[in-house]
């Protein structure tokens, strides 16, 4: 049994390759792939194979799953310009004649009109229509994604948001990592939808104050409409695509896009998830 992870270079893909290897996984059943495998040296050390993978150069990705049995599928970071990538990752799979496909979706992303959705709705159909047995993690927001705020509430700073009062059932990336590691090392996993989170939503108003106990004083928020949120994250030097992004955003929390706790998570890797404020905390 070979397993291969494409975004090992990145936090969750080598957050798989750490879990599947706590779960006895042998370093010589596995392949860490990415495009910068020179971070990868530890990795290389203890046995696992490291081989580059671009999913912009098919001809590296039929290298990298040469004899996969499995491929934990971590989708690319260019959203909205993935799609393409994603059908050539597949379409290696295939070639590759890999019999077990684990994509990182995103939450709801068969009907959420989140953002980040549309290339993982067309990349689940994608994989749907390839017919290797596959299981789909939609992933809930990190609550790593909340670091930067604790850094503004630290330096002093207001956090500004449209989310109003939509909530969010984040998890830490090891937490989503380990439910890839359980799919990957149990049966029974393949055909399965897993809408995955934390084990509670929180609010911005939960954030901030979870922000103010880390940093021991009361931190500000406020709550902007979409249209001022836009004009301040202009102002603050995004570029309009960005901005009309973050705004797209959190205009869908606020309407509940993150808000479902499902227990899917706890509920695979056997344990509470971590809860934001200690996720925060180590950050
Ligand atoms: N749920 C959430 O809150 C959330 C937030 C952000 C992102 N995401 C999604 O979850 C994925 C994993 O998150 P993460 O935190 O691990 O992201 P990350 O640390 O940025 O890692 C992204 C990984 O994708 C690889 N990658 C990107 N484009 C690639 C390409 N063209 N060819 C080959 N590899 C490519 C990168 O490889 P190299 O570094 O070697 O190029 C890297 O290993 C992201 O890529 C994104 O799709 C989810």
């Not at 070979?2 to 290897?21: K, M, N, P, W, Y």
């Not at 931190?219 to 009309?244: F, I, K, M």
């Amino acid at each position: 049994m070979t397993t291969v992870v494409t975004g090992a270079t990145g936090h969750v893909g080598r957050l798989a390759l750490e879990a599947l290897l706590a779960r006895g996984v042998a370093p010589a059943e596995l392949v860490a792939t990415g495009r910068r495998v020179d971070t990868l040296g530890d990795l290389a050390a203890l046995g696992v194979a490291v081989r580059r993978a671009d999913y912009d150069d098919p001809a590296t990705l039929d290298d990298a799953f040469a004899g996969a049995t499995q491929l934990l599928f971590v989708s690319g970071s260019e959203v909205g310009a993935r799609l393409q990538q994603h059908r050539a990752v597949v379409d290696a799979a295939v070639r590759a004649g890999v019999r077990h496909l684990v994509y990182t979706s995103g939450p709801r992303a068969d009907i959420s009109t989140l953002p980040v959705n549309a290339d993982h709705k067309a990349t689940e159909e994608y994989i749907a229509a390839s017919g290797i047995p596959a299981t789909i993690l939609r992933n809930n927001w990190y609550s790593e994604n909340y670091l930067p705020d604790l850094a503004t509430a630290r330096a002093g700073g207001e956090i500004v948001s449209a989310t109003g009062t939509g909530r969010i059932a984040s998890a830490s990336r090891a937490d989503y990592a380990e439910g890839a590691a359980v799919v990957l090392t149990e049966h029974g996993h393949e055909h399965k939808v897993y809408e995955l989170g934390g084990d509670s939503a929180w609010d911005y108003d939960e954030l901030v104050a979870t922000l103010s106990q880390l940093v021991g004083h009361q931190v500000t928020r406020r709550d902007a409409a979409p249209q001022e949120r836009h004009a301040q994250l202009l102002a603050g030097g995004l570029p309009e695509e960005v901005a009309a992004f973050v705004v797209g955003i959190e205009t869908a929390i606020a309407h509940g896009a993150l808000a479902d706790v499902t227990g899917d998570l706890s509920r695979l890797i056997g344990r509470p998830t971590v809860p934001l404020a200690t996720t925060l905390a180590a950050g």
